[in-house]
């Protein structure tokens, strides 16, 4: 059983920073690729950065491009997204995802487990 467990969130003023951690259980975390995603109230879920197996690749969304970071750790099961000059239209849940292949994708229909969520909200 695949878990993921995000943590990290919470308020931030805009402008300011967070980080948030993912720590992954009951799998190869090695041979996974690793997204996260968010989703603000009313809106569907949509891509934020994505980062290979090994963490030669990453990719993120326009909107987050310069700002965010994308990042595992191996040895620790663990997958950050460091968000610096935040905007309050950063404001939403955000979900840790795996992705049963050593390429990532940035589609929410190619992710196998999915974390519960952490909140994060951005005020002006």
């Known amino acids: 059983q695949v878990q993921l467990v995000e943590s990290g969130g919470g308020l931030a003023q805009a402008g300011g920073s967070l980080r948030l951690s993912c720590a992954v259980s009951g799998g190869t975390f090695s041979r996974f690729a690793m997204g996260w995603f968010r989703q603000a109230p009313g809106k569907e879920r949509a891509f934020v950065a994505a980062?290979?197996?090994?963490?030669?690749?990453?990719y993120y969304a326009d909107s987050v491009k310069g700002r965010f970071t994308i990042s595992r750790d191996n040895a620790k099961t663990t997958v950050y997204l460091e968000m610096n000059s935040l905007k309050p239209e950063d404001t939403a849940v955000y979900y840790c995802?795996?992705?049963?292949?050593?390429?990532?994708?940035?589609?929410?229909?190619?992710?196998?487990?999915w974390g519960q969520g952490t909140q994060v909200t951005v005020s002006s």
């Open positions: 980062i290979s197996w090994s963490g030669s690749m990453t």
């Open positions: 995802a795996a992705r049963q292949s050593v390429f990532a994708r940035a589609t929410v229909n190619e992710y196998d487990y």
